[in-house]
């Protein structure tokens, strides 16, 4: 992944096959680090292509010091289509390793039935982190995980996650998740006592067996 930015663009995919016959028409994203990708300093633009990313590895985005920070950018369009348990981590819970993610009209699902969702950490940029106008559907657990973090979620659709749509914890947490549709999620959103000053505003929430809770 951290040869992705910007350059890959303008493709059609078709009739591509794997051996059990299976469409392999997919943009195949693979980490160098074992079950893990860690994609280090600057900004990686993902742009719309003819075929979906297929996420093979573990995605972390970090940058190596308090002064630098490795930032996803996904433009509007663009497909992720993770494999089972894999992951999208922003920023690594070790000091100074700074990461953000900027999304617009993203398709965040899983290739076959679920996939592990996305993780926004202590160290994830507040001010630049957002997500708009998408898609984030069918995690195993949660489909955005935010611990001491404070990333803007707004109009999008978190739908068909198995346990929680959004999860939030801990006093550093001050999130602003607005617009939003939760359906389908057997918990909409969970936010811990200890987070206090986020802002949830003009979400819907339908068929989610427990919309909204404080615990």
Not at 142 to 162: A, Q, R, Y
Not at 188 to 211: C, R
Request: charged share 15%; glycine share 10%.
């Amino acid at each position: 992944p951290y040869a992705l930015d910007g350059n890959v663009y303008g493709n059609t995919y078709s009739g591509n096959y794997l051996p059990d016959s299976t469409s392999s028409d997919f943009i195949w994203v693979y980490g160098d680090n074992g079950d893990e990708a860690h994609v280090r300093n600057g900004t990686y633009n993902w742009l719309a292509d003819g075929a979906p990313y297929r996420i093979c590895t573990n995605l972390i985005y970090f940058g190596g010091n308090a002064s630098s920070t490795s930032t996803l950018k996904l433009h509007p369009g663009t497909q992720l289509y993770f494999e089972e348990d894999r992951s999208l981590t922003i920023g690594r819970n070790d000091s100074n390793e700074w990461g953000s993610i900027e999304a617009d009209s993203v398709l965040f699902t899983a290739v076959d039935a679920t996939w592990g969702g996305i993780y926004m950490t202590d160290y994830s940029r507040d001010e630049s982190s957002y997500i708009d106008g998408s898609t984030i559907e069918k995690t195993i657990e949660k489909g955005i995980e935010i611990i001491n973090s404070s990333p803007t979620i707004s109009n999008n659709d978190i739908v068909d996650n198995l346990d929680m749509g959004i999860y939030v914890e801990g006093s550093g947490s001050n999130p602003q998740i607005i617009n939003n549709n939760f359906s389908k999620n057997l918990r909409a959103m969970y936010i811990n006592p200890s987070t206090s000053n986020y802002l949830v505003i003009g979400n819907t929430f339908t068929s989610n067996q427990y919309p909204l809770t404080f615990f």
